[in-house]
């Protein structure tokens, strides 16, 4: 609770009585600083000195002093009293002694500071005075904290209803003013605010309006509603609290002190003001103020900070009921809209219905004097209309009427002479006329008009028109003075004018068919029989040119398009019934053009027609034959129930071929390929059946011809694979995916390693390093195998300089580059780019090389032996060659075949064993290397070297490595 306080430590004045009054005294002191004044008064009445009671609520704030005038300051003498370890401070200059009486736990308590220079005054307070004290300090200490809490709780309630009544307000039914009112009372309730405005800011066009404002001394200073320019405000409270961004509080004379700039007041001077600028987040939206003009320091900080919480509430209460506000007024006008909307409709309509009424008595059967009287009814429940008459120029220029209906003068008028009446000038001017007798005196004083009896009160007239020229008038006229014609009745007119007119058109149009009808009919008639003939020898001609369309022109067969159509048919067929079997057969003439090319195309259009008439001899109704160009043939079998039925069509068209021809008085023996492809259910179109049927044909073909083939569906994934790996292929070429790898070429007495074979290699993203014979086939039939070579000997010959100058490096060659005439100089001028010599590099080629164009070969190896490149004839023993050719060309080594190195040890031994020995004499004979390939143990090694090979490759001495691994290891 506080401090003990021993009598060493307390002021030593004259002895004291305790007395209960005393005590009682105490007791009565409702606050603490009434305590703090009755301490003073208690301890300066007894020493007759000077004495202060300096206190705090919270020592770490501000501090209050009893009595608040003394001679020196106590205060800072007090402060270094509080903050001593003894809690006693003396102050010989001035002869003044401070000294710390009640400290609480919280914080709060006093320190008394008297006189101490001759002593006077002395004497300490009683024991039982002084805990008396303490306990009174510390009980009004926690007292006065509690009332502070339930003060702040019961500020932050009202604050908490007041946001409550303001989002009641924001989401109730009650206007804008009845809003603002109720959020004026609500402030009322916080704070005093009699007098308050409510403004909100628009900084695109730098103006306010003050939605709500209540003065009682300036009431007509502001049009409350209106926007108001910030220029007619400038440099006053509002202004500055729109610019400066910060609340401003107190008297007016004090404001001056708070703002940017000079003040410029505008209204009244405050007693007190309380203004703050409203915010959402860091734009100013407002400004929200409340000022008292006759008490002042009404306003508190606690208030600027409550006013500046409930502005930013008040601001989203305010938007919420003008965008409340706003929409109900858009949905006001959008409602006044729709209904204009729907009454526009609803006229529309019934304008729509009477005008589609009037459409169909445009083709009614009943007499014009009933269709027009019809006209007048529907007319009639539109508008007012009693008087209507239809006026039409007849054929001899005259005015007649063609209906007439007047309630002042019932009789039709005759028909006459084209004049100057009313009916006249409106058909003259070819425009709508609306007239009563005050608009028609101009025309009449003109001499335009010639009336023929009293304008009518309203006089309405619309001209009818076909086309361009104006036929006759529609006119409706009114004798009373209640029934006028004005602009909606001139555009109904005007839209019944044009179906009248349509009407009698058509009408007029309809006499003049019947008139022409019987002329035409007999012309008709004559025109008809004509036709007939026509359309015959046409159709005669379209089934020629039909038939010509869709078949082959040398062997009357269908051709592809008709072949498509049909096809497609059966397709449909089969896939709605699955029991509907098909099969499409691919026929090819074998070796077609060597007969086109040695006995002439006329010998071949003839072998062509009896390879047609032979086709239809093998089918039955109803397959089909078709040429489909060249001497390619398709044959559509219909109606199959397995795929035997037709392997047997298949069997009788190579039976069928096998005959021999008579052409150009010759005897031809022909052949011919069938590939079948059966209808499933994943065909989607004829084009897929039949590249299936002819893909099975060319399998035919490369089987050896004179056969047949069935296409098994995995062929075409196997295309697609061949297709995909095609791409793959081209994207390793662009990014340098092909590699050489390196495998050592040893002698056998020492394993030193004297050269390497570099061989292809892939590396591929996925599926890692790849061998030639994943890709190769489908490298040389794409045509990317000759630039694969090149990246491969370009990327070999880079790595044959740091081989070792004793160690040569073989490149394999395929046999087209050794019939090119450019390779030799390409690959020599590889060699030099790279300053290799000659002589560490050589080639390695097969023996079908040296079959095909020998003499070209032999001259290739024959340049690039003469430059130093040596050859290699590898895998011999495999080929065609024979140890008697290998001597016509110029061969620096021999690589015997890994199948003859395999069998040493095993049943055929002693046949390898000879081929090898005859190989090694010849070699010896010629003066060639040896080199053993695919040596994998060490009993073959040792057999080798028995024989006298002193060169080997294979497994034993090392697999194709990456030449990182090589080359970083020796």
């Not at 007759?48 to 209050?64: K, L, M, N, Q």
Request: glycine share 8%; with cysteine; hydrophobic share 45%.
């Amino acid at each position: 609770m506080g401090d003990a306080v021993t009598g060493e430590q307390r002021l030593q004045c004259e002895p004291m009585a305790m007395t209960a009054e005393r005590v009682i005294d105490l007791l009565r002191q409702p606050d603490l600083a009434s305590l703090a004044a009755w301490l003073a008064r208690i301890v300066g009445g007894a020493s007759g000195g000077p004495a202060a009671v300096v206190w705090s609520r919270s020592w770490g704030e501000a501090v209050d002093a009893v009595p608040v005038a003394m001679e020196d300051d106590p205060v800072p003498l007090a402060r270094a009293a509080w903050a001593a370890e003894g809690g006693v401070v003396r102050d010989e200059s001035a002869g003044r002694r401070a000294e710390r009486i009640v400290r609480t736990a919280r914080g709060a308590g006093c320190v008394l500071v008297v006189g101490d220079g001759d002593g006077a005054g002395s004497g300490s307070l009683p024991a039982e005075l002084f805990e008396a004290l303490r306990l009174r300090w510390s009980e009004l200490a926690e007292l006065e904290e509690l009332n502070a809490r339930v003060e702040n709780l019961q500020q932050a309630d009202k604050v908490q209803r007041a946001l409550f009544a303001i989002a009641d307000m924001a989401s109730s039914d009650m206007d804008m003013d009845a809003m603002l009112s109720g959020l004026h009372r609500i402030v009322g309730g916080l704070m005093y605010a009699e007098n308050l405005y409510i403004a909100l800011y628009d900084a695109a066009r730098d103006a306010i309006r003050f939605l709500y404002y209540a003065d009682v001394e300036d009431p007509e200073l502001v049009r409350p509603g209106d926007w108001m320019a910030m220029a007619e405000l400038e440099r006053g409270l509002t202004w500055y609290l729109i610019h400066d961004r910060h609340p401003l509080r107190g008297p007016t004379r004090e404001l001056a002190c708070q703002v940017s700039g000079p003040l410029r007041l505008i209204g009244s001077d405050s007693a007190d003001f309380l203004g703050v600028p409203i915010l959402a987040g860091d734009a100013v939206r407002g400004v929200i103020v409340v000022q008292s003009y006759e008490r002042g320091d009404c306003y508190s900080e606690a208030d600027q900070a409550v006013l500046a919480f409930v502005a930013t509430h008040i601001l989203t209460a305010l938007e919420r009921k003008q965008a409340q506000a706003e929409l109900e007024r858009r949905v006001a006008e959008r409602t006044e809209a729709l209904a204009r909307e729907v009454r526009e409709r609803e006229r529309g309509e019934r304008l729509q219905r009477a005008l589609f009424r009037i459409a169909e008595l445009a083709s009614s059967e009943a007499p014009q004097d009933e269709v027009l009287a019809r006209v007048h009814g529907i007319v009639g429940e539109l508008i007012h209309a009693p008087n209507l008459y239809i006026a039409l120029i007849a054929d001899n220029g005259w005015l007649n009427f063609a209906y007439y209906a007047d309630q002042v003068d019932p009789k039709t008028p005759p028909a006459r002479p084209f004049g100057q009446g009313l009916t006249e000038h409106l058909i003259r001017e070819a425009r709508p006329l609306l007239l009563d007798p005050e608009s028609a005196e101009p025309l009449i004083r003109s001499g335009k008009v010639v009336p023929r009896g009293p304008v009518p009160h309203s006089w309405l007239g619309v001209p009818l028109r076909e086309g361009d020229r104006v036929f006759g008038a529609l006119v409706v006229q009114s004798y009373e003075a209640s029934v006028t014609y004005g602009e909606a009745e001139r555009e109904l007119m005007e839209f019944v004018a044009r179906q009248v007119a349509l009407t009698i058109s058509r009408r007029r149009a309809i006499e003049a068919l019947r008139q022409a009808h019987a002329e035409l009919e007999a012309r008709v008639e004559a025109r008809t029989r004509e036709l007939r003939a026509q359309i015959a020898e046409r159709e005669r001609i379209e089934q020629q040119l039909k038939h010509q369309v869709l078949h082959d022109a040398l062997t009357g067969l269908p051709n592809r398009g008709y072949l498509r159509e049909r096809l497609e048919q059966v397709m449909a067929r089969s896939r709605r019934d699955a029991r509907l079997g098909y099969a499409v057969l691919y026929a090819d003439v074998d070796r077609f053009k060597i007969i086109n090319d040695s006995l002439g195309h006329l010998a071949g259009d003839e072998v062509l027609r009896e390879v047609a008439r032979r086709l239809k001899r093998c089918v039955r109704e109803p397959d089909l034959v078709a040429r489909l160009g060249g001497d390619e043939f398709a044959i559509l079998l219909e109606g199959i129930e397995a795929p035997e039925d037709a392997v047997r069509v298949a069997r009788r068209i190579i039976e069928a071929m096998d005959a021999p021809l008579q052409v150009a008085g010759r005897e031809i023996a022909t052949s011919t390929s069938v590939g079948i492809a059966m209808g499933e259910a994943t065909y989607r179109s004829a084009d897929e059946i039949l590249r299936d049927a002819d893909d099975a044909m060319y399998r035919a073909k490369r089987s050896g011809r004179h056969r047949f083939e069935i296409h098994d569906p995995a062929d075409n994934q196997r295309a697609l694979d061949v297709l995909a790996m095609e791409v793959e292929l081209r994207h390793a070429l662009a990014s340098g995916a092909f590699h050489p790898f390196l495998q050592p070429i040893v002698r056998l007495h020492d394993r030193d390693v004297v050269g390497y074979e570099a061989l292809l290699r892939w590396r591929h993203p996925e599926r890692g390093v790849l061998a030639p014979a994943a890709f190769l086939g489908v490298a040389e039939d794409s045509g990317l195998i000759e630039p694969i070579d090149w990246m491969l000997f370009e990327r070999s010959l880079d790595l044959a300089a740091r081989l070792g100058a004793q160690r040569y490096l073989s490149i394999n060659v395929a046999p087209r580059f050794l019939r090119q005439t450019e390779f030799v100089g390409r690959l020599l001028g590889l060699v030099r780019e790279r300053g290799l010599p000659p002589g560490r590099v050589r080639v390695e080629i097969t023996e079908g090389a040296m079959l095909d164009t020998p003499e070209k070969v032999r001259n290739t190896l024959r340049e690039l032996a003469e430059n130093g490149v040596a050859a290699v004839l590898d895998d011999f023993g495999t080929g065609y060659s024979s140890l008697s050719r290998v001597h016509h060309f110029p061969l620096r080594a021999i690589k015997v075949d890994r199948s003859f190195v395999s069998e040493l040890g095993g049943p055929n031994d002693a046949g390898s064993r000879a081929v090898i020995r005859a190989v090694l004499t010849l070699a010896e004979a010629l003066d060639m290397e040896v080199v053993a390939e695919g040596v994998e143990t060490e009993e073959q090694r040792d057999a080798l070297q028995a024989m006298g090979c002193s060169l080997a490759q294979g497994f034993l001495f090392g697999r194709p490595g990456d030449p990182a691994g090589i080359l970083g290891s020796g």
